[in-house]
């Protein structure tokens, strides 16, 4: 293919792909039809979606790869594995907290939570992408921390969800479920008071 026609292609890929986005977050990803994508990307054609994406849920998986911001986290966290966790932790509580605030974020979190319940293809895609990935690099990173003699040794993958946990359940009462309790409480005091606690938990005595 030659240069400019590569260009070309990768524009009306990227094109739809930022439609995908538009009509799962209106619609849902089952309730959002060709047309209804092709519409938001401007296309002329819901059939020339199959030219640049073999189906419906290798659009999401692109939409997810290419999209969410948590993904550019995981890249940066495989550089993190050597830091101690005083400073390693609270950079990435920072870094997930920041990203979680992001429209494109919350609207393919809400779109592939209500698929990934239906739908194990998805579910198992999203995971090898996203969660799946996350966690076993944070995993990796804990497992080091333990044989360095940083951290109290414990199953490493019981150690990772302990973490994360807590940022995750806030993100989604508070900008999923928006519960009134949680209104008030800052990403900076969720981030220091999860790593303060993890931290606790997980001293060497």
């Known amino acids: 293919m ?11 890929r990227q094109q739809i792909i ?19 994508i092709a519409e938001a990307a401007k296309i002329g054609s819901p059939g020339l979606i199959y030219h640049y994406f073999k189906d419906k849920v290798d659009l999401l998986h692109q939409v997810v790869l290419q999209r969410m911001a948590l993904i550019k986290i995981m890249d940066s966290a495989e550089a993190m594995l050597d830091q101690p966790p005083e400073q390693a932790l609270p950079e990435l509580a920072d870094k997930l907290l ?20 239906r739908n194990k293809r998805v579910a198992h895609m999203v995971s ?30 019981v150690a990772a969800r302990m973490l994360v946990g807590p940022i995750i359940a806030y993100a989604l009462t508070n900008y999923i479920f928006e519960q009134p309790e949680i209104q008030d409480v800052s990403p900076r005091e969720m981030a220091d008071q999860t790593i303060q606690g993890f931290l606790r938990a997980m001293a060497i005595d």
Request: aromatic fraction near 6%; charge should be negative; proline fraction near 6%.
């Open 2 to 12: 030659p240069p400019r026609d590569e260009q070309d292609y990768e524009e009306r």
């Open 18 to 36: 930022d439609g995908a986005l538009e009509a799962f977050a209106a619609k849902g990803f089952d309730g959002a039809s060709n047309k209804d």
């Open 98 to 117: 920041e990203v979680l605030t992001l429209w494109p974020t919350l609207a393919i979190a809400r779109v592939v939570l209500a698929e990934s319940m």
């Open 128 to 157: 090898e992408v996203g969660p799946g990935r996350g966690l076993r690099i944070l995993a990796t990173y804990m497992e080091r921390q333990m044989d360095a003699g940083r951290l109290r040794r414990m199953n490493p993958h």
